[in-house]
Structures are given as structure tokens and as C-alpha cells.
């Protein structure tokens, strides 16, 4: 069976702190697929990454950066020097290779306070 | 090149009342995915549907949930004789290629359901 665990159900900040989303997934293919997205205020569903099973290598971009360990099952979420506009709800979530829907984790809501 | 629209953005039902919820999927996807997202919840799964066949719909409530995609126009869920408890937002994806490989799947924008 496919899971995904979010264990921070909130997290607080102050703006310029980093701040690390923790993400824990289960599957029994050897072939899948994990995301990351972005819930802001207004509701809608923002893409922020990709990630392969196949490809371990870890990813920047600007103030975000992904760490994907697959021996523990781990596809963490890091934001460097936090800013208010940073606020929101984010979901990892999983697609199986031969899986026809994705699974999403309960979400971690970021507070990031001036 | 448009993304996937869902509309409405917002919709309020009196309970007993029925919710048609509408997807346009993005140019040349057949595929279309209805997730719903109860309060304080991650997206769960629904249905899975293409052009006029349903594929799987292990999500949805066995009783007052349907959902069709026609050859021609939107996808179409429909809600019969709301409850509270059926207050979400409801989101619908889309893809080009069968779900049974790679394939990214693109959110709409949901519609917010709210049942008086």
C-alpha cells in the first residue's frame, strides 16, 4: 500500500530562519514518483518539484532545496532564509509507476512571521 | 495554452440540494482526476475518468457522488442531496497520456463547496 506521512502538522517561524518540511513515504514499487506543492492562502495548488526514484541526486533551487534519501524513504523539503510570502500549507505527495492517482500527505502548515 | 479550469471557484449548496461541479481539462488531455480535500486534509482521491469511461473510481462515496466525462465538453461531479459533511474543495487534474506510466498531472484551481 501506498502512504505518505507529514508528521509536522504546523511549524512557526521567524522570516529569515531556514525551515526543513519532513516527508516520509511507503510504496512497494521500485518505480515512482514524489512531488511537492504549495497551498497558499488562496487555495489553488502550486507545482514546486519532481523527483524520480531512479535519481538521487538532491536539488536546489533559489531559496528551496530537496533532500531525497531513498533508504529511508525520506524526500525532505528545506527553505532557506524564510519570508513571509512563504506562508502556506504544503503537500508532499507520491504517484506509483504503475498507480493511477497520487497520494498526498496530510500537508505541514508554515507560519512564517515578520 | 490554458491550464485546467474548474468552475465554479466557489459554490454554495442548502443541504438536500444537488452541486455540479465542472473540469475543462487542458488542451489534448483525455485524462481528467477529481481529488477532494476536506478541512484541515490533504487531497484525497476520487475518480479517474476518461473520454466517456470511467477507469477507477475506488474513491468515491458508493451514494449521492457521480461523475462523467463526455466526448464533448467538460468533465461533470455531481453531488446529489448534500450534507455539511460534504463541504470541500474539490479539485480536478489532468493529463495527456494513460496513468499507467510517468505522466504529470495538472491542477485546476478547485471549486469550493460549502453546504449550509
Known amino acids: 500500500a501506498q502512504k505518505v506521512t507529514q508528521a509536522q502538522t504546523e511549524i512557526s517561524v521567524v522570516e529569515k530562519e531556514d525551515v526543513t518540511l519532513d516527508c516520509v513515504y511507503e510504496?512497494?514499487?521500485?518505480?515512482?514518483?514524489l512531488f511537492w506543492y504549495k497551498q497558499p492562502p488562496s487555495g489553488e495548488l502550486v507545482f514546486l518539484i519532481r523527483?524520480?526514484?531512479?535519481?538521487?541526486q538532491n536539488e536546489i533551487s533559489g531559496r528551496y532545496s530537496w533532500n531525497f534519501q531513498k533508504s529511508t524513504s525520506s524526500f525532505n523539503f528545506t527553505i532557506t532564509a524564510s519570508q513571509v510570502v512563504d506562508s502556506a500549507v504544503y503537500f508532499c505527495?507520491?504517484?506509483?509507476?504503475?498507480?493511477?492517482?497520487?497520494?498526498f500527505g496530510p500537508g505541514t502548515r508554515l507560519s512564517v512571521l515578520p | 495554452n490554458a491550464g485546467v479550469m474548474q468552475n465554479p471557484r466557489h459554490l454554495v449548496r442548502r443541504r438536500g440540494q444537488e452541486a455540479r461541479l465542472r473540469c475543462s481539462p487542458m488542451?489534448?488531455?483525455?485524462?481528467v482526476y477529481w481529488y477532494r480535500q476536506l478541512p484541515e486534509e490533504g487531497l484525497k482521491f476520487m475518480v479517474y475518468?476518461?473520454?466517456?469511461?470511467?477507469?477507477?473510481e475506488s474513491g468515491m462515496p458508493k451514494e449521492r457522488f457521480s461523475a462523467e466525462f463526455p466526448k464533448e465538453g467538460p468533465s461533470i461531479l455531481r453531488i446529489q442531496q448534500v450534507v455539511r459533511g460534504d463541504s470541500a474543495a474539490y479539485f480536478c487534474?489532468?493529463?495527456?497520456?494513460?496513468?499507467?506510466?510517468?505522466?504529470?498531472?495538472?491542477f485546476g484551481p478547485g471549486t469550493r463547496l460549502t453546504v449550509l
Open positions: 510504496t512497494r514499487d521500485t518505480t515512482y514518483y
Open positions: 488542451k489534448g488531455h483525455s485524462h
Open positions: 475518468l476518461q473520454k466517456e469511461n470511467i477507469i477507477d
Open positions: 523527483r524520480n526514484s531512479f535519481d538521487e
Open positions: 487534474a489532468s493529463s495527456p497520456i494513460a496513468a499507467f506510466s510517468y505522466n504529470e498531472q495538472f
Open positions: 505527495a507520491l504517484k506509483e509507476n504503475y498507480g493511477q492517482n497520487f497520494v
